[in-house]
Structures are given as structure tokens and as C-alpha cells.
């Protein structure tokens, strides 16, 4: 049996539709007939070719985040059947197929059942960014209710879940804004900060009284690291999932602060911990269906006919909220 996927044959080329055995699900994995594909930054920088540690090689299927229903499972797998509606990151870097594709045969320890209140496009809209979120700001960070958190790129993709996990955890919430989406962090009761009206300093004294926050969570990178060290209070958490440069970390160390990278993408690219990633996504499941959590989806709709469109909208910087593409 064969699928349709879009293949990608060489970077910044066209996602070519192209006919592909239908993959059969291996002992511990499932087939998921794939509804929807959630799109990410971390997406188009692999289909240009600038994201080496990726390792994902030509010829490839793009797609990091999905959801979809079970069509069959492999030996082994006693927790999902054909029928269930399940959402995860589970492919699209190191040599895995992505999601851009009408199956794929998915390890199950990657996958969750979806949040019964959320379409497939919103939970396939959910999995890298949650996943981002909890392992910064839970696994990391330990973050406890009453604590203050600053979320650099509130309106973001990782940046918007993170604010509705620290909310959900009990924690008060700032984030960095913008001008035009004050109201997107307003509207998930976290207090936006205009970055651009206000140095680092200044807000640490307008919110904090210049104590600091007790977790500052960093989505952007570069100098929003650095304006992440001379945020945090003494003794608080730095967490941050772009930390790639090089950081003065005087400022960090003078409070006697903590850092931590993430990199999401170890348990896919390693093997390491992926059962983990099952539960982070049962979290998931169970804040959206207490209506704690949901994305910010973009108002476009595109399918496998029209992903080209879709990866222009992260490109060109039109998108208002994640990019899904619809593949069922």
C-alpha cells in the first residue's frame, strides 16, 4: 500500500507531493492516519538546511508535531487502539518521517490521547511547544504556585503556552510583548510588558520593586538571554530553549541564579526519555480539557496542496499564531 507525503528533495526546493509505501507500525509503535500538521520555526529552518543538529537528511518529509487517529498499533503497544485520537511530536529530524504525510508508524511512548475539547488542528498545534514549556519551567525550574515568572515572547508559540502553564501552576505571570499583542498575554491574565518602551531594569523595578523574578523564561535567544540573566531574582531560574550563543554570565552569577537549556529534541534525536514525552503530553491533555490550555492557532487553513503557503506564512512573518496543515 502507498501514501501521498511531500518530500523535500533538496533545501529551500519545493515539498514535492510524492507517492510513498505506507510505513507498517514496528513492536512498541503505532500508524497514525494523520489529520493535521503542526508547524514550527524549527521547520523552516531545516528545510533551508540551517539546522544541523537536527540531523535530518535529504531526501526528507518536514513535520515535527501531528494529530490523528490510530489505524493499527505494533507488538507490544497495550496502550492505544485502532481509533484513538492522538497528538505528539513524533518525527520530522534525525532521519524520522515527519508529518507532512498522510501516515506515519510512530513510536507510542511519543503520543497521548488528544484533549477531547480541542479540534486535531489545535492539538497538532501543541505538542513541541508544551513539551518546550514544561520541561523549562516543571522539569527544570521546579516552578511553584505564588512564584513570579517573566516569559520573554508572550505571544509566541512556546511563549503563549508557557504563560497558560505557569498561570495553571499558580504562579503570577508577566511576559514580553509587543505593542499590538498586549491583549493577546492580557487575555490569559498575565501582565504584558512592552519590551521596546522599557529597559530590562526599568520593568524589574515597575513589577518586582527591582527584586527580580523568580523564573524567567526565555523563548527568543541572543540578547533576550542576556536581558534573562539581569532579570532574575537572587537565588531564582533562568530556563531557555534558544540558549545557542555566547552569554556573559556575570549578571546570572552575582545573583547566585541558575541556568538551564532545553533541547527538545533529544528524546526524538537519542532515544532518551521519550516515555517521558507521553506524559508531559497527558498533562497536556488534561489541562486543555479543564480549559487551562489552548493555542493560538492562525486564522488561515492550508492542506498538503497549499504547505508551501503555509511555511511561507512562518517565513514572512504574516503568521498570527501556529501554522497547522491539514492533511486528512
Do not use: C
Amino acid at each position: 500500500m502507498s501514501m501521498q507525503a511531500l518530500v523535500l528533495t533538496q533545501y529551500n526546493g519545493p515539498l514535492e507531493f510524492t507517492e510513498l509505501p505506507r510505513p507498517e507500525p514496528a513492536r512498541g509503535e503505532v500508524l497514525v492516519h494523520i489529520a493535521a500538521s503542526g508547524l514550527n520555526p524549527l521547520d523552516t529552518k531545516i528545510r533551508a538546511g540551517a539546522a544541523g543538529h537536527a540531523r535530518h537528511p535529504l531526501p526528507l518529509v518536514l513535520g515535527i508535531d501531528m494529530a490523528g487517529v490510530v489505524e493499527a498499533v505494533g507488538a507490544g503497544v497495550s496502550a492505544f487502539k485502532a481509533g484513538d485520537q492522538v497528538y505528539g511530536m513524533t518525527g520530522g529530524v534525525g532521519g524520522i518521517q515527519g508529518s507532512l504525510a498522510q501516515y506515519a508508524a510512530v513510536d507510542a511512548d511519543l503520543v497521548a490521547l488528544k484533549p477531547s475539547n480541542l479540534s486535531m488542528r489545535e492539538a497538532a498545534a501543541l505538542p513541541l511547544a508544551f513539551i518546550t514549556a514544561y520541561s523549562g519551567i516543571v522539569d527544570r525550574a521546579h516552578l511553584q504556585a505564588g512564584q513570579t515568572v517573566l516569559v520573554h515572547g508572550g505571544a509566541g508559540g512556546v511563549g503563549y503556552v508557557s504563560v497558560q502553564l505557569a498561570s495553571a501552576l499558580g504562579a503570577t505571570v508577566f511576559a514580553t510583548v509587543s505593542e499590538r499583542d498586549r491583549s493577546v498575554v492580557e487575555a490569559l491574565g498575565a501582565t504584558p510588558i512592552d519590551y521596546r518602551a522599557q529597559s530590562v531594569e526599568q520593568y524589574v523595578a515597575s513589577t518586582t520593586q527591582g527584586v527580580g523574578f523568580d523564573l524567567v523564561v526565555d523563548t527568543v535567544g541572543g540578547a533576550t538571554l542576556d536581558a534573562s540573566f539581569a532579570a532574575v531574582k537572587h537565588f531564582g531560574y533562568v530556563v531557555s530553549a534558544l540558549g545557542w550563543g555566547t552569554h556573559a554570565l556575570a549578571s546570572l552569577s552575582f545573583r547566585e541564579a541558575t541556568y538551564s537549556g532545553v533541547f527538545t529534541l533529544h528524546a526524538l534525536l537519542s532515544g532518551e526519555g521519550r516515555a517521558h514525552h507521553g506524559e508531559m503530553l497527558r498533562v497536556a491533555t488534561r489541562l486543555a480539557e479543564q480549559g487551562k490550555l489552548a493555542p493560538r492557532l492562525d486564522a488561515r487553513r492550508f492542506d498538503l496542496g497549499s504547505a508551501q503557503l503555509a511555511y511561507d506564512a512562518l517565513t514572512d512573518g504574516s503568521a498570527r499564531g501556529k501554522v497547522v496543515v491539514g492533511v486528512a
